[in-house]
């Protein structure tokens, strides 16, 4: 399969390059970025060339990965399926319940294949432990902490200056990594009810439709030192918590470009592909609507 990369910020230069270079079964073929010097510098560190013409790129390869701004990778995403190309998505589709539509259509459309790139559904640890127990169901209720410290004082965060980060906060870049193990354990999302805490602290209330509940705790600027993630389950089974991340984002981006390259030899859409991107996206934006109103929106 050739692949391109499109991007070239921190997430693209230090996960996404490298492991699209290593991957064994992929041709890296170019990279692409609004800014054509950008693009040559790093396709240049990693031995492939840089496209000025984005159009190019995408007539010369099977698939892209992407590594931008949500509020730039669904047009590009949508462009790239017209094109014929698979697509490697990254966390969240968009911002917008329309444009992540967009892309879900097109992937749809042009019959192309498509996995988002959540990192702990592709955990080597994670994925069995998820599977395990949706299997085991009977579980009554879920809580997820995901309490980064990217803006907190002290945080040598390299993603502190992205802008979609700072004007969204928590509930749009750590949401959607609760959600991704959420949902597949628990079911599909009935009802969401927001509140917000300190900063841009997000406290979420879940409805499931199978009849559980879940709390999430949402933030990015929590104290350094008061940092972390956690994950528990309670049911009939007694208690489970989501084993702790022990590996970086470079294995589970192999894992991810994997799945992809089945997805697309067999033709059978990921249980992780654009639509269930898409639906993280609505339960987001049904979260929003309720931090705005005080109440509880049904999604």
Known sequence: MRIGLLGTGPWAERVHAPVLAAHPGLEFTGVWARRPEA???LGEAHGVPGYADLD?????????????PPTV????????????????????VALTVPDARAVAEAVRAHEVASVVFF???????QIPWIERQAALGGWFTGRSDWLG??????????????????????LWDVGPHALSVLLPVLGDVTQVTAVAGPLDTVHLVVRHAAGASSTLALSLTAPVAAGGTGMELRGEHGVAHLPERGEGPIAALHRALDAL?????????????????????????GAERSLATGAPVEV
């Open 56 to 68: 190019r790129l995408l007539d010369e390869v099977d698939a892209v990965s992407i590594a931008l």
């Open 39 to 41: 693009a040559a510098a």
């Open 119 to 125: 990192t702990v559904r592709f955990g080597g640890d």
């Open 149 to 170: 410290s990217v803006f907190a004082p002290g945080s040598a965060s390299p993603y502190a200056a992205s802008p979609w980060r700072q004007e969204k906060g928590a």
């Open 261 to 285: 390259q089945t997805s697309a030899g067999t033709g059978e859409p990921h249980p992780c592909g654009v639509d269930f991107g898409l639906r993280v996206v609505e339960i987001l934006a």
């Open 73 to 92: 990778q669904a047009g590009l995403a949508v462009r790239a399926a017209q094109a014929g190309c698979h697509l490697l998505l990254d966390k969240p």
